[in-house]
């Protein structure tokens, strides 16, 4: 059973390119939540959703960064306009169902860099 | 004031010690404690988590919560280099009833085991 996929898992864009992290969910996993990780930092709640639904986006910048979760393949992080500030590691967890404590897995990540 | 507290480090130990790794927090609403572990390049994993307050133990873990100091801390014995990783606390917070998923987290300790 493979684990939670992200790719890619480095990603180098120039100021003002889009950046697009997928994030494939463990199988049978129907909730998939995004966290940022800063340099010094610890990881910072984004986004979660849910198949077609975001259901909590409170950790979202309110501009350039965008998240969905189609019927149909992965979930996709989209940050327009890159700035070196969106240098980060990028990390997607996913769980079944109506999360109970414990059951969410963490994919590796993808390192953004903004050059 | 940041909800969760952690002290960075690096926390640097020989082979064989006791290591204790600490957060604190500030939101009473917390309920259930976790610490996860994270290598380099990796994405974190679960170690374990405890509900309110107590002790529990998993191997060489253990892990204590404080809820009217609202501190909580991680103790591993017999500390092996393949524990070299940094540690993050978390919390889950269960939102409307939504999801335990939405996670806060600790900065993290750099932790190095040294034979």
């Known amino acids: 059973n493979a684990g939670v996929m992200q790719n890619p898992r480095h990603l180098v864009r120039r100021r003002g390119q889009e950046a697009r992290l997928r994030c494939s969910p463990m199988?049978?996993?129907?909730?998939v939540y995004w966290y940022r990780q800063l340099p010094e930092e610890g990881l910072k709640f984004m986004v979660y959703?849910?198949?077609?639904?975001?259901?909590?986006e409170s950790g979202m910048p309110k501009e350039r960064f965008s998240a969905e979760f189609p019927k149909e393949g992965p979930s996709i992080l989209r940050i327009q306009q890159v700035v070196r500030g969106d240098s980060a590691a990028y990390f997607c967890?996913?769980?079944?169902?109506?999360?109970?404590?414990?059951?969410?897995?963490f994919g590796p990540g993808t390192r953004l860099l903004v050059l | 004031q940041k909800e969760v507290e952690q002290d960075p480090g690096p926390l640097s130990v020989p082979e064989g010690a006791i290591v204790s790794l600490n957060c604190t927090y500030s939101?009473?609403?917390?309920?259930?404690f976790m610490w996860y572990r994270q290598y380099s390049r990796k994405g974190p994993e679960l170690l374990m988590y405890?509900?309110?307050?107590g002790n529990k133990e998993d191997g060489r873990f253990t892990a204590q919560v404080d809820k009217s100091s609202k501190y909580i801390s991680l103790f591993i014995r017999d500390s092996q280099p393949s524990d070299s990783a940094t540690y993050l606390c978390?919390?889950?917070?269960?939102?409307?009833?939504?999801?335990?998923?939405?996670?806060?987290f600790g900065q993290g300790t750099i932790l190095t085991v040294h034979p």
């Open positions: 967890a996913s769980s079944p169902g109506l999360a109970a404590v414990g059951t969410q897995y």
């Open positions: 978390a919390m889950p917070l269960n939102s409307g009833g939504t999801s335990y998923g939405k996670l806060t």
């Open positions: 959703l849910q198949k077609e639904n975001i259901i909590d």
């Open positions: 939101n009473s609403a917390f309920q259930y």
């Open positions: 199988k049978g996993h129907s909730h």
């Open positions: 405890t509900y309110s307050s």
